[in-house]
């Protein structure tokens, strides 16, 4: 064997070293894009914005999740107020990063959960909610402000109390919130003159003929006594 012999087979011995660590990082570089058995997917960052929204304007949920290689698909499950449920694919916007807008009817408590689908496992986030509401003042839509339900004890997420009276004075906790009225108290004069206000018409009419009877009363008896 000449040198020139010796000297190729050097090189080649040298390629193929190469060749095999090339080889072994491209295989580490694989295996670590791979989601691993006790790696766990994290839900990093899941918002839906604004939580109570109208039903006239988009509502925009956003997830991060990582890693976020080798993903199948994400898709955003959504319980409606009645129950039912959809589900709806989310859309890619960067690493990691997926979205999804829509506008809403329906009024009431919406959840949802955001479903990851990676190698065949499946992966889903926690719940969160929000609502669609006639108003933003009003979450629960009953017609009474978050902010008297939450001064006087009730609660902004059910519209159930808003029919109660629970100062038992024959006004709806509602028909407390139009009138300005205290609805934890139960007061007669208050009471006394709302229906006085009520009916302010026959109100006047009765003061018109009870100042005409008492003013003939008292010409009569001048007339009998003169
Ligand atoms: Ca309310
Ligand atoms: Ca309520
Ligand atoms: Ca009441």
Redesign the pocket.
């Known amino acids: 064997m000449g040198p020139r012999v010796k000297r190729c087979s050097s090189y080649y011995l040298l390629l193929n070293c190469l060749l095999l660590v090339l080889i072994l990082v491209s295989c580490d570089t694989v295996k670590s894009n791979v989601l691993q058995e006790n790696e766990q997917l994290i839900f990093d960052y899941i918002d839906v914005s604004p939580d109570i929204q109208t039903t006239t304007q988009l509502c925009f949920f956003r997830c991060v999740i990582s890693p976020s290689y080798d993903v199948t698909s994400v898709h955003i499950k959504l319980y409606l107020p009645n129950e039912s449920s959809i589900q709806y694919p989310m859309q890619y916007f960067n690493e990691g990063f997926y979205r999804y807008s829509i506008i809403y009817q329906e009024i009431g408590n919406y959840n949802f959960q955001i479903i990851v689908k990676i190698n065949n496992h499946s992966y889903t986030s926690i719940n969160r909610s929000f609502w669609i509401s006639k108003s933003k003042d009003?979450?629960?839509?009953?017609?009474?402000?978050?902010w008297w339900?939450k001064k006087y004890g009730f609660n902004?997420e059910n519209?159930y109390d808003?029919g109660n009276d629970f100062d038992n004075d024959g006004y709806t906790n509602k028909e407390e919130f139009l009138m300005n009225t205290n609805p934890l108290r139960n007061n007669i004069f208050e009471n006394a003159w709302i229906e006085l206000s009520k009916n302010y018409i026959y109100f006047f009419i009765s003061f018109f003929f009870l100042i005409l009877l008492s003013w003939m009363s008292l010409f009569g008896f001048r007339k009998v006594h003169s």
């Open positions: 009003d979450k629960d839509s009953d017609g009474i402000y978050d339900e902004p519209a808003a």
